[in-house]
């Protein structure tokens, strides 16, 4: 009786038994990967007492790396994107280099000021780059979110300058400008 007894159970719950087995690999292969590494009798990896790979130490001792803000990641993207830059001012990247440097400091920091200066590096030297339609938009609204009017109209009065009255770009600022 027993024995017909564990066959019902098996063959009525066999999704059951396939889900604990695999539930027992999982966890040995937890428990396995989290021991690599360590030694019987040895620190753990980043522990007091080890270093790092090559042997040199953090600076400020055996202290792993301070993890940085997302400004202080933002700023190194800045400055990863304006070595690029200085490092080729003729490649064809640069002015794109140049708008993700504006986007990055209006977007994330709030700096309108250093996104002008960007935006407006495209506009005079790189003027027949394909991605300049977006570039007057976005310096409009820098001027705006500073609260300077006056400045977000002229680049409005630029774009419809540079572009055909024909096109969209040309509408759109004719109407920013309520014409």
Not at 111 to 119: F, H, W
Not at 134 to 144: F, I
Not at 149 to 155: C, D, E, M, P
Request: glycine residues 8%.
């Amino acid at each position: 009786m027993s024995g017909q007894f564990t066959k019902t159970v098996i063959k009525d719950n066999w999704y059951l038994l396939i889900l604990l087995g695999l539930m027992f690999v999982i966890a040995a292969y937890m428990f396995i990967t989290s021991e690599e590494g360590k030694q019987p009798g040895s620190p753990a990896p980043g522990s007091p007492g080890t270093s790092p790979p090559g042997g040199i130490s953090p600076p400020g001792g055996d202290r792993p790396p301070r993890r940085l803000t997302e400004r202080e990641k933002t700023l190194q993207t800045i400055e990863d994107h304006r070595k690029k830059v200085e490092a080729a001012p003729q490649s064809e990247d640069t002015p794109a280099y140049l708008k993700a440097m504006a986007n990055l400091y209006a977007q994330e920091l709030g700096d309108y000021d250093e996104a002008i200066i960007c935006y407006e590096r495209i506009l005079t030297e790189y003027p027949d780059w394909i991605g300049i339609r977006g570039v007057y938009p976005d310096l409009a609204r820098c001027y705006e979110r500073k609260g300077d009017s006056q400045g977000a109209r002229q680049v409005y009065r630029e774009m419809m300058r540079a572009f055909p009255e024909d096109s969209q770009e040309h509408a759109f600022a004719r109407q920013q400008l309520g014409y």
